[in-house]
Protein backbone atom coordinates (compact mmCIF):
# COMPACT_ATOMS: atom_id res chain seq x y z
CA UNK A 1 0.00 0.00 0.00
CA UNK A 2 1.55 3.66 -1.05
CA UNK A 3 1.89 6.22 1.28
CA UNK A 4 -0.63 8.27 -0.03
CA UNK A 5 -3.26 6.21 0.84
CA UNK A 6 -2.89 5.71 4.39
CA UNK A 7 -5.68 7.21 6.82
CA UNK A 8 -2.98 9.74 8.57
CA UNK A 9 -1.99 11.60 5.41
CA UNK A 10 -5.55 11.60 4.39
CA UNK A 11 -6.46 13.05 7.75
CA UNK A 12 -3.50 15.32 7.70
CA UNK A 13 -4.46 16.48 4.05
CA UNK A 14 -8.11 17.53 5.16
CA UNK A 15 -6.48 19.31 8.00
CA UNK A 16 -4.42 21.15 6.03
CA UNK A 17 -7.54 22.09 2.97
CA UNK A 18 -9.97 23.03 5.82
CA UNK A 19 -6.90 25.84 7.38
CA UNK A 20 -6.43 26.77 3.99
CA UNK A 21 -10.40 27.63 3.68
CA UNK A 22 -10.41 28.85 7.00
CA UNK A 23 -8.21 32.15 5.76
CA UNK A 24 -10.29 32.65 3.57
CA UNK A 25 -13.87 32.74 5.50
CA UNK A 26 -14.28 34.07 8.51
CA UNK A 27 -15.88 32.22 12.05
CA UNK A 28 -13.15 30.03 12.63
CA UNK A 29 -15.53 26.77 11.82
CA UNK A 30 -13.21 25.70 9.30
CA UNK A 31 -10.58 25.70 11.53
CA UNK A 32 -11.89 23.56 14.16
CA UNK A 33 -12.15 20.84 11.62
CA UNK A 34 -8.61 21.54 10.50
CA UNK A 35 -7.06 21.46 13.42
CA UNK A 36 -9.51 18.14 14.51
CA UNK A 37 -8.34 16.38 10.97
CA UNK A 38 -4.70 16.79 11.53
CA UNK A 39 -4.99 15.73 15.41
CA UNK A 40 -6.89 12.97 13.91
CA UNK A 41 -4.56 12.34 11.91
CA UNK A 42 -1.63 11.97 14.30
CA UNK A 43 -3.51 9.49 16.38
CA UNK A 44 -4.29 7.52 13.28
CA UNK A 45 -0.50 6.73 12.83
CA UNK A 46 -0.90 5.26 16.57
CA UNK A 47 -3.75 3.20 16.39
CA UNK A 48 -4.97 2.62 13.01
CA UNK A 49 -8.27 1.72 14.27
CA UNK A 50 -11.30 3.74 12.17
CA UNK A 51 -13.93 3.85 14.86
CA UNK A 52 -10.83 5.56 17.08
CA UNK A 53 -10.36 7.74 14.36
CA UNK A 54 -13.65 9.21 14.00
CA UNK A 55 -14.64 9.07 17.52
CA UNK A 56 -11.23 11.45 18.24
CA UNK A 57 -11.98 13.85 15.09
CA UNK A 58 -15.36 14.06 16.47
CA UNK A 59 -14.50 15.20 19.77
CA UNK A 60 -11.46 17.31 19.36
CA UNK A 61 -13.47 19.70 16.54
CA UNK A 62 -16.00 19.83 19.61
CA UNK A 63 -13.51 21.32 21.95
CA UNK A 64 -11.94 23.08 19.38
CA UNK A 65 -15.03 24.94 18.09
CA UNK A 66 -16.22 25.16 21.55
CA UNK A 67 -13.08 27.24 22.38
CA UNK A 68 -12.57 28.85 19.20
CA UNK A 69 -16.41 30.40 19.83
CA UNK A 70 -15.66 32.04 22.76
CA UNK A 71 -12.52 33.09 21.74
CA UNK A 72 -13.85 34.50 18.37
CA UNK A 73 -17.18 36.00 20.59
CA UNK A 74 -14.17 38.22 22.62
CA UNK A 75 -12.90 39.39 19.12
CA UNK A 76 -16.80 40.43 17.25
CA UNK A 77 -18.02 42.00 20.12
CA UNK A 78 -21.30 43.62 19.95
CA UNK A 79 -20.24 46.48 22.21
CA UNK A 80 -19.27 48.82 19.94
CA UNK A 81 -18.93 52.64 20.06
CA UNK A 82 -20.83 54.44 17.10
CA UNK A 83 -18.46 56.95 14.55
CA UNK A 84 -18.85 59.20 12.14
CA UNK A 85 -22.09 61.30 12.54
CA UNK A 86 -23.96 58.54 14.18
CA UNK A 87 -21.93 59.38 17.09
CA UNK A 88 -23.39 62.82 17.43
CA UNK A 89 -26.37 61.57 18.87
CA UNK A 90 -27.12 62.17 22.28
CA UNK A 91 -24.30 64.99 22.28
CA UNK A 92 -24.92 68.24 23.71
CA UNK A 93 -23.93 71.58 21.47
CA UNK A 94 -24.78 74.99 21.74
CA UNK A 95 -26.74 76.58 19.01
CA UNK A 96 -24.15 79.31 17.01
CA UNK A 97 -26.89 80.49 14.92
CA UNK A 98 -30.56 80.67 15.55
CA UNK A 99 -32.47 77.83 14.54
CA UNK A 100 -36.16 78.76 13.15
CA UNK A 101 -39.13 77.75 13.16
CA UNK A 102 -39.08 74.80 10.35
CA UNK A 103 -35.92 76.03 8.67
CA UNK A 104 -31.71 75.45 10.05
CA UNK A 105 -29.55 77.47 12.19
CA UNK A 106 -25.98 75.89 13.50
CA UNK A 107 -24.88 74.40 16.29
CA UNK A 108 -21.12 73.40 17.51
CA UNK A 109 -20.70 70.13 19.03
CA UNK A 110 -17.32 69.21 20.13
CA UNK A 111 -15.54 71.80 18.07
CA UNK A 112 -17.62 71.78 15.05
CA UNK A 113 -20.10 73.46 13.34
CA UNK A 114 -23.35 71.40 12.38
CA UNK A 115 -26.51 72.65 10.40
CA UNK A 116 -29.61 72.14 12.63
CA UNK A 117 -33.05 72.02 12.43
CA UNK A 118 -35.46 71.64 15.50
CA UNK A 119 -37.29 68.06 16.28
CA UNK A 120 -40.47 70.12 17.43
CA UNK A 121 -40.02 72.65 14.62
CA UNK A 122 -39.96 75.59 17.28
CA UNK A 123 -37.59 78.60 17.34
CA UNK A 124 -34.12 77.60 19.58
CA UNK A 125 -32.32 81.14 20.33
CA UNK A 126 -28.47 81.08 19.75
CA UNK A 127 -26.80 80.40 22.56
CA UNK A 128 -29.41 77.96 23.97
CA UNK A 129 -28.50 74.45 24.60
CA UNK A 130 -29.07 71.49 22.73
CA UNK A 131 -28.74 67.58 22.32
CA UNK A 132 -28.91 66.17 19.42
CA UNK A 133 -31.63 63.57 18.25
CA UNK A 134 -30.90 62.07 14.88
CA UNK A 135 -29.44 62.97 11.79
CA UNK A 136 -31.17 63.61 8.78
CA UNK A 137 -28.88 64.08 5.69
CA UNK A 138 -26.38 66.70 6.60
CA UNK A 139 -28.34 68.16 9.20
CA UNK A 140 -28.67 67.53 13.18
CA UNK A 141 -31.82 67.25 14.14
CA UNK A 142 -32.08 68.75 18.03
CA UNK A 143 -34.08 69.62 21.16
CA UNK A 144 -33.38 72.19 23.83
CA UNK A 145 -31.74 71.02 27.48
CA UNK A 146 -34.58 72.14 30.30
CA UNK A 147 -32.22 73.22 32.72
Known sequence: MEIWFDPWV?????GIICIIIEIFTPGFLFLSF?????????AAIIIPSLAFQILTFAIVTLIIF?????????LIS??????????????????TKEIPANEKGYVKIG???WAAVSKDN???????????????GNKVIVTVIDE
Not at 10 to 14: L, S, T, V
Open 10 to 14: IWIAI
Open 78 to 95: TNYEETNVKALIGKTGKV
Open 111 to 113: GEE
Open 122 to 136: KKIDKDVLVMVNDIK
Open 34 to 42: GVGAIITGL
Open 66 to 74: MLSRKFSKK
